[in-house]
């Protein structure tokens, strides 16, 4: 880039020279209107070059589309609207090896898509990069390739975590202080940065780990861990500061026991500690890639973490920090391309384990398969598998906002009587329901209710496409909801059994019965409501399915000249219907609600939500509703004033708590060493 004199120059030649997609990349103190211009002269020197590679053979719509692009950019970013400063890190939005799909990133495009990867999916078939391209067949949105089975996502630029302009210049001064203070505190440059958001259920809420399918989404906030591997190759302690300053700070420092050599890396599960979720990662990294004592050793490193998920506030801070640790491990150790997405999810499933909860996998999946503007559905029988669902567009618009009612919701520390018990209690509800279903299963086999549901409608696994096997999931959900009221709500069924009666009524004898179901795991009962939880989960995966129906309604097949299918206004109120169910199915059923948790949903409803639940856990923590957009403002004002715990907050503490979201992207690391700066 030697001769090249002005930021314009130097952004244009990394343009030009990276023709596998348009990277544009914020120069230290570059004026922000400087890359704006540039950006839109780019976009149209790009257009020139489109239109020579394919003999001037673009349709109308798409000359249009990228016209329309520029439209936007220009009137949304005007120049007297902009900082005069840009953070180094700041991108704008570079990640796909199509062109087209980066040079058309704008959230609207003439009003037909609100969507990024819809928008990639659209034009992925226009323009490769190769030369001339076929013409667009049509083709489904949905991908039929699962994001388990792909790599871990491994970036050169920060904006491709945030594809979105407004969310990569809010995001790019946080990133730049995080690597300036990672320099301070260890006297050298990170070489990766990993991150993972935090995630909103949707719908779907303790299902996962009865093994049925839920629809969650990350949100656009995330924990950031900044790397680098130590100095000294025999070392293999990992020091650990947090830049938010409110946490213990120290050193994570294995040992291999003597007899067997296996690791130890003792985690206290009697209390929340936050560096107990980078311990029990490090755990998993020890366990799986240096399990032989005459193998490798692992690398010693420097951590800096910060976050901005809410701990304890429903949106899954822990597993966020459990996936970005993971992530931080495998990159000091050059791992990242051991293993793919799918086996990240597992070995994060398997790290929060050590920690002493025993979670279903919903958490880290949305963490690491999400993509922007895109919910999850998620599915773990036969085997885990994920595919995006797109959000529909509705005519008017809605968006999701999240409340925390500022009770938190310590999932650990009450795991024996919430959130453990239940995971028990569904174990102990699919043995009973086997059992006067006539299915068989083994004397000391945890069988989940999916799987009883499967073996009883004689499904053999994944056969058939997706909507085939929704489709059977489905029927047999409705066809087991009066075996679930004959069997489990028999006798003093609705209102809860004994330890003694549930070990009568699971067939097995005492011995057998703890060993299989309280061995390994600590409860506290005096009654074990199997039907309410049993019913509860499978309400609740059939209207998983039903909102995924919904959602997918404004997605249909897209076609080279039609406009995206509007929603109705009643498939809103559909969404919304749904969601007010599955909350009263958590309070009643799952009792999985809390007072704080039933009166900010009523207050929501009430200021104008279609439909507001409980996320996460419960017992505390978030709700999320569906809002018109244009009434985010009022909604939340009339939150403000009607929740006590709100009313005193200020303006910056009440954006803390109470915002809107849109889906954001999934977990990654960036590599400092390979980026753009």
């Known amino acids: 880039m030697q001769g090249l004199k002005t930021p314009e120059e130097k952004i244009e030649y990394l ?47 798409q000359e249009d589309a990228i016209q329309d692009s520029l439209q936007v950019l220009k009137s949304t970013f005007p120049p007297s609207s902009l900082p005069k400063k840009v953070p180094f890190y700041m991108v704008l939005p570079a990640q796909s090896a199509s062109p087209i799909a980066r040079l058309l990133w704008m959230p609207t495009l003439n009003g037909k898509i609100e969507n990024t990867w819809v928008a990639e999916e659209l034009f992925r078939n226009y323009f490769t990069g190769d030369g001339p391209s076929p013409k667009l067949k049509q083709t489904s949105i949905m991908s039929s390739v699962s994001p388990a089975d792909q790599p871990i996502r491994v970036y050169s630029t920060s904006g491709d975590f945030h594809p979105e302009f407004k969310q990569n210049v809010q995001q790019g001064a946080r990133w730049n202080q995080l690597v300036e203070e990672f320099g301070k505190q260890f006297g050298k440059s990170p070489t990766h940065i990993a991150r993972a958001p935090g995630r909103v259920n949707l719908i779907g809420e303790h299902i996962d780990y009865c093994l049925f399918g839920v629809l ?11 790397c680098a591997p130590s100095d000294d190759p025999f070392e293999t302690a990992i020091t650990v500061q947090n830049l938010d300053g409110q946490y213990n700070v120290g050193s994570i420092d294995p040992a291999r026991a003597q007899k067997d ?12 500690d936050w560096q107990s979720y980078i311990k029990a990662a490090y755990h998993g990294i020890l366990s799986h890639f240096f399990s032989s004592v005459d193998g490798p050793s692992p690398k010693g490193a420097n951590f800096l973490v910060t976050g901005s998920v809410p701990l304890g506030g429903g949106l899954s801070s822990s597993a966020a920090l459990v996936v970005a640790s993971t992530l931080a491990f495998l990159a000091v150790n050059d791992k990242l391309k051991s293993i793919t997405q799918g086996q ?22 949305a963490s690491v398969f999400s993509s922007s503007s895109s919910a999850l559905y998620i599915s773990f029988w036969p085997k885990l598998h994920a595919s995006p669902v797109p959000l529909p567009q509705t005519a008017p618009p809605t968006v999701y ?16 009587i919430h959130y453990n018990l239940r995971v028990v209690e569904t174990l102990v509800a699919a043995r009973v329901l086997a059992r006067g279903l006539g299915v068989q299963v083994g004397s000391k086999e945890k069988v989940r209710l999916r799987e009883v549901l499967a073996r009883w409608i004689g499904e053999k696994g994944d056969e058939g496409s997706e909507d085939e096997q929704i ?31 549930m070990v ?10 703890d060993e299989v179901y309280l061995s390994w795991v600590e409860v506290e009962a005096s009654h074990f409501q199997l039907y309410k939880r049993a019913k509860h989960v499978f309400t609740e995966a059939l209207r998983v399915l039903q909102f995924r129906q919904f959602s997918l309604q404004g997605v249909q097949q897209v076609k080279e000249t039609a406009p995206m299918p509007t929603a109705s206004e009643s498939a809103q109120h559909e969404l919304g219907r749904l969601m007010n169910e599955s909350h009263e199915s958590c309070d009643k059923l799952f009792d999985c609600s809390s007072p704080e948790l039933n009166q900010l949903t009523s207050l929501a409803r009430g200021a104008g939500a279609l439909g507001s639940r409980l996320t996460g856990a419960g017992w505390g923590g978030c709700c999320v509703s569906l809002v018109p957009e244009a009434q985010v403002d009022a909604f939340i004002e009339q939150i403000r004033k009607a929740y006590p715990p709100y009313q005193s907050l200020s303006k910056e503490e009440l954006d803390q708590v109470i915002f809107a979201t849109k889906p954001g992207s999934g977990a990654g690391v960036y590599d400092v060493a390979e980026g753009l700066l």
């Open 504 to 513: 009568e009524a699971s067939g097995l004898d005492k011995a057998t019965f």
């Open 15 to 61: 343009v030009r020279n990276k023709s596998i997609a348009v990277r544009i990349v914020a120069v230290r103190n570059t004026s922000f209107h400087h890359l704006r211009d540039a950006y839109i002269r780019t976009l149209n020197a790009r257009l020139g070059v489109l239109r020579k590679e394919n003999k001037d053979s673009l349709t109308a719509d």
């Open 261 to 272: 050599g296996e690791w130890i890396l003792p985690i206290d599960k009697t209390k929340l």
């Open 216 to 226: 969650p989404a990350a949100v656009e906030r995330d924990i950031l861990i900044a």
């Open 344 to 365: 990240l999810v597992e070995l994060c499933m398997e790290n929060e384990t050590r920690v002493g909860v025993n979670s279903g996998g919903m958490d880290q999946g």
């Open 401 to 416: 906002v999240i409340a925390n009612t500022l009770k938190t919701a310590n999932k650990l520390e009450t795991a024996k």
């Open 471 to 501: 489709a059977r999931l489905k029927a047999g959900l409705e066809k087991i909801a009066p075996e679930v009221e004959r069997i489990l709500g028999a006798g003093n069924g609705q209102h809860g059994l004994t330890y003694e009666e």
